[in-house]
């Protein structure tokens, strides 16, 4: 297994190296990486930036706002923040299953004397309180796996610069999103620990498991980490993206996710359809978007166009009949 550690806090940037270590690093074998971002907020790949932030407060605090390639829903960081990621390949002793992928979390939590547990879809828990959200990107035999640890993150922040939809308080029993979550370091006996410490807690425990080499990016590759990050995060459209107006708002959450469908009707016909929601999967929602486009907004007709296509690939756990009333009733 190869060892990264991008020498940057720019989440544009480590993003960016993020991808290319999985795009290319990963063809020389499985890799782990390390990382801390400077205060920033990461939303899922499927989600509306707009509806998730409080950007006047982002603006005010200097926070800056970035996208990943991942599903999922949108998480905060900041220099307390440890973030992980796991690079796997199908021939790869891991599994590609949230849980499996996890572990070297759980295990060194253990070492350390604090009881932490794999719960729902993707999240780390101390107790019944969240410490860490998963998220994966899979392309052909290949996942990417990364998890952001809170270890002593300034939690008064995380709940003012992200905004919390309705039905999220809701499902989760009208708790507040403080006492939802929890920081690692109040759980340590040893209270002189660091997020600096944790990390190389954590890279120890993965270089006894898999005897991991250090790697450092050639000028070449750095280069190619700028040209990702140009087109990603430098990018306003890839952050926030050109979204249309749309006649109707529609959207679900469901035991796998939230699912939003903004359509644009036009005359009974669909002339734009954009997906929304913190749900993962394996295909581009804009592919099933534009299979959409022109189809008459009616049941049937809508069904026939779902009928043919692999909905699992697109949300993840998503049936084709919740699909379905997703977009219509």
């Known amino acids: 297994m190869i060892y990264l550690e991008p020498k940057s806090n720019d989440p544009s940037y480590n993003i960016a190296f993020e991808e290319f270590a999985f795009n290319e690093i990963a063809n020389k074998d499985d890799v782990f990486i390390l990382w801390i971002n400077q205060p920033c907020i990461v939303v899922g790949k499927n989600q509306n930036t707009v509806e998730e932030i ?62 932490a547990e794999f719960t729902g879809r993707n999240d780390l828990v101390i107790g019944d309180q969240k410490f860490c959200g998963n998220a994966q990107h899979i392309k ?16 008064s922040v995380l709940v003012k610069a992200l ?42 425990h993965m270089n006894e498991k898999y005897k991991m080499v250090d790697y450092e990016l050639t000028d070449l590759e750095e280069q190619e980490v700028l040209k990702i990050k ?11 993206g050109n979204n249309p107006e749309f006649t109707m708002k529609r959207s679900r959450r469901l035991l796998t996710g939230k699912v939003e469908a903004n359509l644009l009707v036009i005359d009974n016909v669909i002339e734009n359809v954009k997906f929304y929601g913190d749900f993962f999967g394996v295909k581009d929602v804009n592919e099933l978007s534009e299979a959409l486009k022109g189809v008459k907004y009616t049941r049937q007709d809508i069904l026939s166009v779902l009928e ?22």
């Open 140 to 155: 052909k035999n290949r996942v990417m796996h990364h998890g952001c640890i809170l270890f002593d993150t300034d939690v």
């Open 308 to 329: 043919n296509k692999e909905i699992q690939s697109y949300f993840m756990g998503i049936t084709l009949e919740e699909t379905l009333d997703i977009l219509i009733d």
């Open 163 to 204: 905004q919390v939809s309705k039905d999220k308080i809701e499902s989760k029993g009208k708790k507040s999103v403080r006492s939802r979550v929890t920081n690692i370091k109040p759980h340590l006996a040893d209270q002189t620990i660091t997020v600096h410490d944790f990390k190389n807690l954590l890279k120890s």
């Open 54 to 115: 409080n950007q006047k407060y982002c603006d005010e605090n200097n926070i800056k706002i970035v996208r990943r390639i991942s599903g999922g829903g949108a998480v905060y960081h900041d220099y307390n923040n440890l973030n992980y990621t796991i690079i796997a390949n199908e021939d790869s002793e891991a599994n590609f299953d949230f849980k499996s992928l996890s572990q070297p979390v759980i295990d060194t939590l253990a070492q350390m004397g604090v009881k």
């Open 230 to 240: 140009a087109k990603r995060n430098d990018a306003w459209e890839w952050v926030y």
